[in-house]
């Protein structure tokens, strides 16, 4: 059986405030660490036919990762990028264009849980999802 390789790039906007990432492929974790920087995260996926999900959990941010204006405006904020999401080099950013994924949080604790759209920038815990299924090249066809 060959596999497929799973790639992303994250990065964050501070480098000294930082917030956590953990990354699972169907509940079974594949990373986990703070993000101090820009970092290639990969790993294999068998091609075997299957429903897939990569879970992106963001996790640590609290209020000093938030600094307010005398208004109460957010004038800076810790936000995670994940860029470059890829399938065997294959780049699906046209894919998740059209189809965003999910990303579920309560705006850390701030508001009622919702069910928004990642577009690459997460400034919240919470979680993005990215479903899928292989064998990938069907799935990529199926999605172009």
């Not at 059986?1 to 509940?27: A, E, H, P, W, Y």
């Not at 294959?90 to 999910?102: K, M, V």
Request: glycine share 6%.
């Amino acid at each position: 059986m060959n596999n497929v390789k799973f790639s992303c790039l994250v990065d964050t906007n501070d480098q000294t405030n930082t917030i956590g990432l953990d990354i699972f492929l169907n509940n079974d974790k594949q990373f986990s660490e703070n993000i101090t920087g820009e970092k290639v995260i990969s790993f294999n996926i068998p091609n075997e036919n299957k429903e897939w999900t990569i879970t992106f959990k963001i996790y640590g941010k609290n209020s000093s990762h938030t600094t307010l204006d005398n208004n109460g405006n957010i004038i800076k904020s810790t936000e995670l990028s994940i860029t470059n999401i890829s399938f065997d080099e294959f780049d699906i950013s046209n894919i998740i264009a059209i189809r965003p994924l999910t990303y579920l949080h309560n705006f850390n604790g701030n508001g009622e849980e919702i069910n928004d759209k990642f577009f690459g920038i997460a400034g919240c815990n919470g979680t993005i999802e990215l479903n899928f299924r292989t064998p990938i090249h069907i799935w990529l066809l199926e999605n172009m």
